[in-house]
């Protein structure tokens, strides 16, 4: 059971380059969510789904955008990307309500130089 | 979405158990309170949820005074592997957005 996975698992960006960090999950939950984890602190909410078709901002998401057209997928993308940005970005799914549990992906992270 | 304040920092030694504290003085009657648990370079994961009273599994337990304003993490004779950060949630059946808090750094010392 692959549970959320996320790719890629490292990347350095230059300034002003664009990228899609991809998320699937095979559980068929209707929430999904990314996050952002800066160097010793805590998670920040950048968007979130709570189903195909169905997307809303979180506390951060200036810089960022994300689609939800198919259940399992939930890409964020980053266009022109800005030091600001390097961080470790973590998915997660919930499954019937939002409030249930929350499975993480593996992380990934990103330098933008 | 309740607000939670949990102490920032923590220290402890191998073999005690520890408390960890949430308080959550604006939680709704539908709110569920859950607890994770996260590592340096990985996500966090699920330890344990309730909604009154006592909860516990193989990992930890979970107190839940009579008024749900705050509820404590206890976690037995903890163990080096134990050092992490752990974030206390609450959220309900109306709740989309899911925002964690700073969450208490639990560092255990041999």
């Known amino acids: 059971n692959a549970g959320v996975t996320q790719t890629p698992k490292f990347r350095i960006l230059k300034i002003g380059q664009s990228m899609t960090l991809q998320c699937t999950q095979d559980?068929?939950?209707?929430?999904m969510y990314w996050y952002r984890q800066d160097p010793g602190m805590g998670l920040k909410l950048i968007y979130y789904s709570v189903g195909a078709g169905i997307t809303d901002k979180g506390e951060v998401p200036n810089g960022y955008n994300v689609s939800r057209s198919t259940t399992e997928d939930f890409p964020l993308r980053l266009e022109l990307a800005a030091p600001s940005q390097t961080s470790v970005y973590f998915c997660?799914?919930?499954?019937?309500?939002?409030?249930?549990?929350?499975?993480f992906g593996p992380g990934t992270r990103l330098t933008v130089t | 979405l309740a607000k939670t304040t949990q102490p920032i920092s923590m220290d402890s030694y191998e073999g005690q158990e520890v408390n960890i504290t949430c308080s959550h003085n604006?939680?709704?009657?539908?709110?569920?309170i859950t607890w994770y648990q996260q590592f340096p370079s990985q996500g966090p994961r699920f330890i344990i949820q309730?909604?009154?009273t006592k909860v516990t599994n193989e990992v930890a337990s979970l107190f839940i005074p009579a008024d749900r304003k705050s509820s404590t993490l206890s976690l037995p004779r903890v163990s080096l592997s134990d050092t992490a950060v752990y974030y206390c949630l609450v959220a309900g059946d109306r709740d989309d957005k899911i925002i964690f808090g700073k969450g208490t750094r639990l560092h255990i010392l041999p």
């Open positions: 997660a799914s919930v499954g019937r309500l939002a409030s249930y549990e929350q499975y």
């Open positions: 309730g909604y009154k």
């Open positions: 559980m068929n939950h209707n929430y």
């Open positions: 604006n939680i709704a009657t539908n709110d569920y």
